[in-house]
Each structure stands twice: as structure tokens, then as C-alpha cells.
């Protein structure tokens, strides 16, 4: 490849410590005190959980009636083999890349977590830059890591629907097995053309179309490049490779799926990559996971979510029996006919990454000093030293040097 991620090595007591930088109150809070007090509070529940959840790297809680178990939960990792859909999720591994052996100290340092509640509360979806340092050979190896995720909030907690976690770099066909495939399952074939279509309006198609994709602060693009990040009004600007469609897990978010107003998409697209310097053009099996909620087209950007809300009532919501009956249906329509006119499902945060094998990541990371990636054993003999590789720059940032011993 001709260029590389940013992967920094430094000497341990060189690596700034720091903690993890607390999310924010999200901008499209509503004005109201006690509702502004109830999102603060869900907001730093869900934090707390997240930063937790970095340390511990335990299995998640998959007890939930807020997702169709037909479509379930899902982890996607960096490996081509990461891939864990419901009930694998139980027995899933770490959801770190590499093979360590369990002595080996490790860190996990947040930089930029963001985190945005739904408009009507039931779901939260998150985005976070990790810094997963790895201490050997009296160093510290700093590989920077992308996560995104989705939350159900089902009663007094919440619940993970999927992770997706990726390590960027540029995209290009590398020999190596084929990724663990994704199955389809879906709540209908009417519901998956339907957001398959604001995908190819507001993501794969130039220009976007701004009627179908968010751009407020809650709105991110990821592309499988370390570069390839757009927030707000920028993901207008997102490009990504030419490619379809393949293998995809759509559901939502609640208890009855016609009131949902946050949907989900985790699958797999096969990316068209152009000829680059060095490597030949060809298709390359991209993982990709996608967060859309249902708004008013007329104020699909605005920053208050009563006025981009299209949830049922809430107190209808809590009268209504897991499966409404005809009669709870026509009796709601009147309600819901005027809303549900002037809303449209909106795309608000999309995911793309290409898997990487051990092998390669701990090739750009270590370099020379690699012996095994599996597991990792590195050359720490005398005046042996492990160099970060000449890397590409975060578009409009400068890349900071290097350190060796």
C-alpha cells in the first residue's frame, strides 16, 4: 500500500495519559428544564456504560424486547472474522484486534466520544475515537481505533443493538480469506427497499440528497480510510467507493415496529475499488452499519427534536399492548395519519470499514520488530527498535512525529 493509518510508538513515559473527554450535552437537547434534566441524565448513564464497557470487554446484556429477535443484536470487529449476530454474541471474544497473551498490559483511551439520544428517547447512537495502547518491550504501541454503536433504552437501561469497530485504512484488494459473512434477515422486503433506497439518495449517490440525510450535529459519515470522516452539514461532502448492496440484518428500535422511529442496518457491501500505484483494481467485501430515525422532512436538520419528533404519543404508547388489535389500530389512525405524513425515515450516521487480518495490522504497527502476530512477540533485543511507519495525514491535520527509544 502506498499509504498507511497513523499508528504513533512512544516511550511509555512519554505517552500522554489523559482521560477520556466527557461527552457533552447533545445540542438538539429540548429547552424544557425537567426534559433537559431527564436527557442529561440518560446521556451520562449511557456514558458511563460506554467507558466502562472499553475496560471490562465483556459480552453485552442481550436480554431485551426492544429489537425483533429475528434480526438481534450484532458486534462487528476489526478481523474478518469478527462478526457475532445474537445469540454468538454470548460467546464472542474480545472485541480488541490482536492475539495477546493475557499478561500483556493494555489501555483503551477515549478522544471523542459523541453521543445523541433519539427524539422520542427509545434509542442513542454513539461514535468514539479509541486509542488502544499495548505495552511491550518497555514501549507502548498506540493503535488508533474507530467505534460506532447503537442503544436501545429499555426501561431504566440501556441496551446495545450493534458495534461496529473498525481500523482504517485505505481501501484496496489484499489476498486474504474471504470475511465471515453476514445473513440476511429482515422485518420485510417493503421495509429493507425502503431504506435501501435513502442509502443510495443520501450516501452512494452524487449529490446526496439532503431530504434523506441528516445534517445536524447528530449526523456522521465513516468510510473505511482513516481519513474518511464527515460531521454535520459535511457528510453532504462524503464520498464513498462505487459498489452494491450484499448481505443485510434491518430491523428497529421499540416495541412495535410500526411506531419506531429509529431503524438499523448492519451488512455488507462489495466496494468497487479503482486502480492505485502499486495495486491493482478489484472488489473488496465491506462491513457496513447505518442508523436512520424517522423526522419531519420540513425540519429534518432542525436542532430541537419536538420538532423533528415523530413518535406516537406517549401516552398512547404506554396504554398499547405489545400486539395492537385491529380496533387499536383505527382508533389510533387519526392520531397518527397527520404525523406520519410529514415524516420520512432520514439517514444519520453510517459506518463503512474494510476487515483487516492480524497479520497485516501488526505489519503497519510494528514493522520490523514483529516475530508473531499470533500471538503478538515482538524483537526487544538491544538497540532494536520498533518504528512508526511513514503514514498519510488526517485530512487537515498534520501528523505528529514519530518517537523512538
Same mark, same amino acid.
Given at each position: ?9 512512544? $516511550? ?7 482521560? @477520556? ?5 447533545? %445540542?438538539? @437537547? ?19 456504560? *460506554?467507558?466502562? @464497557? ?7 446484556? $442481550? ?15 476489526? =478481523? ?8 454468538? !454474541? ?64 429499555? =426501561?431504566?437501561?440501556? /441496551? ?26 429482515? !422485518? ?6 425502503? !431504506?435501501?433506497?435513502? $442509502? ?34 459535511? /457528510? ?19 416495541? *412495535?415496529?410500526?411506531?419506531?422511529? *429509529? ?27 447505518? /442508523? ?33 388489535? %385491529? @380496533? ?9 395519519? =397527520? ?34 502476530? %499470533? ?22 491535520? $498534520? ?7
Amino acid at each position: 500500500m502506498n499509504r498507511l493509518v497513523i499508528v504513533l510508538l512512544c $516511550l511509555t513515559a512519554g505517552c500522554p495519559g489523559g482521560s @477520556s473527554k466527557p461527552a457533552a450535552l447533545p %445540542k438538539d @437537547s429540548t429547552s424544557g428544564s425537567e426534559d433537559a434534566a431527564t436527557l442529561a441524565h440518560m446521556l451520562s448513564e449511557l456514558e458511563d456504560d *460506554i467507558l466502562t @464497557s472499553y475496560e471490562r470487554d465483556e459480552p453485552p446484556d $442481550l436480554d431485551t424486547g426492544m429489537i425483533d429477535p429475528r434480526i438481534g443484536t450484532a458486534r462487528i470487529g476489526a =478481523g474478518p472474522d469478527d462478526v457475532y449476530i445474537a445469540g454468538d !454474541l454470548a460467546r464472542a471474544p474480545s472485541r480488541w484486534p490482536l492475539e495477546l497473551d493475557p499478561s500483556t498490559p493494555t489501555r483503551v483511551r477515549s478522544k471523542r466520544l459523541e453521543i445523541h439520544i433519539a427524539a422520542d428517547q427509545t434509542a442513542a447512537w454513539m461514535a468514539d475515537e479509541l486509542s488502544w495502547r499495548i505495552e511491550m518491550c518497555g514501549r507502548t504501541a498506540v493503535i488508533p481505533l474507530r467505534i460506532t454503536a447503537l442503544y436501545a433504552h429499555d =426501561g431504566d437501561r440501556w /441496551v446495545p443493538v450493534f458495534e461496529h469497530l473498525s481500523f482504517g485504512f485505505p481501501p484496496a484488494p489484499i489476498d486474504t480469506p474471504s470475511p465471515k459473512p453476514i445473513k440476511t434477515a429482515v !422485518l420485510s422486503g417493503d421495509f429493507r427497499d425502503e !431504506l435501501s433506497g435513502i $442509502l443510495w439518495r443520501g450516501l452512494f449517490r452524487t449529490p446526496h440528497d439532503p431530504l434523506v440525510a441528516a445534517q445536524d450535529p447528530s449526523a456522521l459519515v465513516l468510510g473505511p480510510d482513516a481519513g474518511d470522516e464527515w460531521h454535520g452539514a459535511q /457528510v453532504q461532502k462524503a464520498r464513498m467507493p462505487a459498489g452494491k448492496l450484499e448481505d443485510r440484518r434491518v430491523g428497529t428500535v421499540g416495541r *412495535i415496529p410500526s411506531d419506531a422511529t *429509529i431503524a438499523y442496518w448492519v451488512g455488507t457491501y462489495i466496494a468497487d475499488i479503482p486502480a492505485q500505484p502499486g495495486v491493482p483494481a478489484g472488489k473488496v467485501r465491506m462491513r457496513v452499519t447505518h /442508523v436512520f430515525e424517522k423526522r419531519r422532512p420540513a425540519t429534518g436538520n432542525a436542532a430541537s427534536p419536538d420538532t423533528r419528533s415523530c413518535a406516537v404519543d406517549s401516552k398512547d404508547k404506554a396504554d398499547k399492548p405489545n400486539k395492537p388489535n %385491529k @380496533s387499536d389500530k383505527s382508533d389510533r389512525s387519526d392520531k397518527e395519519n =397527520g404525523k406520519a405524513a410529514d415524516c420520512r425515515w432520514m439517514l444519520v450516521q453510517s459506518h463503512m470499514s474494510q476487515p483487516i487480518t492480524d497479520d497485516e495490522l501488526t505489519k503497519q504497527v510494528f514493522g520490523t520488530a514483529l516475530i508473531s502476530s %499470533k500471538p503478538l512477540e515482538l524483537d526487544c533485543s538491544e538497540g532494536a527498535r520498533v518504528r512508526a511507519p511513514a503514514v498519510a495525514p488526517r485530512r487537515g491535520v $498534520l501528523p505528529p512525529a514519530a518517537q523512538t527509544p
